[in-house]
């Protein structure tokens, strides 16, 4: 079945630093893909998503980038801000009638001042 | 636009207990799913609807039930709650197929003694 893997965490960074998430899918067709975060004792919060090759999501200075060619979907962010401080979750679309969200396992980044 | 509402926030069990955990949307969404969170382990997908009387299993369906008698509401059951099922429980919408995003509500965080 299709699935999503996620580099482990935590990942601790300076403020200001380059971030870098890696997200890679395995999947028949090309799903939609989506980043996710999560805030310390909060739901789930759409933050970006692509839904055709080469399509590049953005949203509050992240990006992503839908690579086909290495079922690739690695969040970035030019510098990060201690509020960035969160469990960042990728995930696909099925493209089946179920229409079901399938997660990695998330990485949790912490910013440190 | 209370989006997803989830109830309650917090529960705790005794082990052998069944209960209900309520979700409810207000967006005339199609979609809605339940999943659950544990540490290292993602969200993984219990049961999902595509439709008022239409549901389905997920990932990790032992243990509970759902029915979907109104498009709003997507109750889930504990038929019979085990310290197993101590988790922290997301319900989530979705109003379009395939590339659009799902909507997440607040969690239930559930403890089962």
Redo the contacts between chains.
Sequence with gaps: GNSVTQMEGPVTLSEEAFLTINCTYTATGYPSLFWYVQYPGEGLQLLLKATKADDKGSNKGFEATYRKETTSFHLEKGSVQVSDSAVYFCALREMDSSYKLIFGSGTRLLVRP | NAGVTQTPKFQVLKTGQSMTLQCAQDMNHE?M?W?RQDP??????IH?S?GAGIT?Q?EVPNGYNVSRSTTEDFPLRLLSAAPSQTSVY?C?S?GT???????????TRLTVV
């Design positions: 979609y799913s999943y290292g382990m993602g969200l993984r997908l999902y595509v389905d997920g997301f989530a979705s197929a395939g590339s659009g995003g799902y909507t997440f509500g607040s969690g």
